[in-house]
């Protein structure tokens, strides 16, 4: 048996996963982000050393549960948080990390001369684990000067002076399933991973979500703290009407298409658990019991507003008195779906595609109450996967292949993606087919509103 270690780093949690060659667990942990920090308007940054340390902390707990042989590890895979950026002044951070919610992200790097190195989150981390300056091209979305179609770093372009950086800042790159280099002595110590044991590079973590859930040509619904609808492609492209945009994929040469989506999908639920301070079961069972379309209450879930329209703010509209707690999170989830099914449609109409199957994976995929809702808004048969944490299994599939474990990507999805269960519509579905076209009408009436209330001094 051979087993694989599946480091899978979001943007609320660090989790870590040591599982065998055809995607069971054996071992994990898990470890929460620090809040971010904001030293100035516009600036979100992870304090201190937060990833990193989240990061070794979780590898030395799993590893500790792990009852297996460690000369039976073939790897680890590495997956981060997509967007973040690390500020170098040598082997160490020049600054905090730099969140993907930070505007210095749409900006084009400034010329300080203490800053040596630019790279992403899985850049640092690779770093930090095996002292080599080499990261996944597949983690390069942004404000990089990178080109989509050799997945390489050109030459010369004009996309080095665009973006303000030099050849000379930035990581080697290599592709997904391809080795980033060896876990070195002093990583081991921090980390309780094996000393000389491969890391293997991923891609960005939607795409590694993308890939543990088993995506070919399917519609994918990831609920995550950022939630999105994607499926695969195998070139390249840019929809001039933004209805989806094209991402590097977790298989070399694959593209993955997103839509547009919800920025603080998940975080919104965890939000409102934490006002309410209701027990998940409890709040899920309560509102499993109310009616679909919560008596009239909507939700508009722009809690972090999109950046095409910033004054944007999450809503919740339709309050009759007759309304409680349950209502409200039961709405919540469905804002989410309705959302999501908008975004999904327009993606679809774009590339003149249909998808009578959906998958959900990501935390919120654990709850049946979400699952039902999302098969009941789509219309349509929802599955997911046996391993909720499809990032990490995705993780997990790209050192497989790596190490040779598996022989070729095929092979590994195969062997390791499950189906654990498949929710079929219900007569809810009637309900939500008709509230869809107000739920995508209501920031025609509160866009005005948030405007005006955005400009006021």
């Not at 667990?25 to 201190?48: F, I, K, N, T």
């Not at 390249?236 to 593209?255: A, C, I, K, L, Q």
């Not at 349950?326 to 779906?337: D, K, M, P, Q, T």
């Amino acid at each position: 048996m051979s087993y694989l270690i599946a480091i899978d780093n979001g943007s609320q949690s660090t989790k870590v996963s040591i599982v065998d060659e055809v995607g069971r667990v054996h071992a994990s942990a898990q470890r929460p982000l620090r809040p971010y920090a904001h030293p100035e308007p516009g600036q979100v940054v992870h304090p201190g050393d937060d990833v990193w340390d989240s990061i070794a902390e979780a590898c030395t707990e799993a590893m500790q549960r792990f009852t297996g042989a460690p000369g039976e590890i073939a790897g680890v895979g590495l997956c981060t948080i997509r967007f973040c950026r690390a500020l170098m002044d040598g082997n160490g951070l020049a600054e905090p990390l730099l969140s993907w919610m930070d505007d210095r992200l749409a900006r084009p790097q400034w010329n300080d001369p203490a800053i040596r190195y630019v790279t992403t989150s899985s850049g640092y981390v690779t770093l930090r684990l095996t002292g080599e300056r080499r990261d996944t091209a597949g983690n390069y979305e942004g404000m990089w000067p990178i080109d989509h179609e050799t997945w390489r770093w050109p030459d010369s372009s004009p996309s080095y002076a665009d973006t303000g950086m030099r050849r000379e800042q930035l990581f080697d790159l290599v592709d997904p399933g391809e080795l980033l280099g060896n876990v070195t002595d002093e990583a081991s110590e921090a980390t309780g991973l094996p000393a000389g044991l491969p890391v293997y590079a991923t891609s960005n973590d939607k795409a590694v979500e993308a890939l543990g859930s088993g995506l070919g040509d399917e519609l994918l619904v990831s609920l995550g703290t950022y939630i999105a609808a994607m499926t695969t492609g195998d070139r390249h492209t840019v929809d001039p009407e933004g209805r989806f945009w094209s991402n590097f994929g977790s298989v070399p040469g694959r593209y993955l298409y997103e839509s547009n989506g919800i920025r603080r999908g998940m975080w919104t639920v965890s939000w409102y658990r934490q006002l309410v301070d209701s027990d998940l079961g409890e709040l899920e069972a309560g509102a499993a019991a109310v009616e679909p379309g919560c008596g009239g209450l909507l939700t508009v879930l722009d809690w972090l507003a999109p950046g095409d329209h910033p004054y944007r703010r999450g809503a919740l509209l339709g309050f009759d008195g007759t309304q409680g707690r349950y209502h409200v999170y039961r709405s919540i989830l469905e804002g989410i779906a309705l959302t999501m099914r908008r975004h999904s449609e327009s993606m679809a109409d774009a590339l003149g595609r249909e998808f009578p199957e959906l998958i959900v994976s990501g935390g919120g995929s654990r709850s049946d109450l979400m699952m039902q809702i999302f098969a009941d808004v789509f219309g349509r048969p929802v599955r997911r996967t046996r391993m909720s944490d499809a990032a990490g299994l995705g993780a997990a599939i790209c050192a497989a292949v790596g190490s040779g474990v598996h022989p070729d990507w095929d092979s590994a999805v195969k062997a390791m993606v499950t189906t654990a269960d498949v929710f079929t519509p219900s007569p809810a579905a009637e309900v939500y087919a008709r509230l869809a076209g107000d739920h995508a009408r209501v920031t025609d009436f509160t866009d005005p509103l948030f405007a005006s209330l955005n400009l006021r001094p």
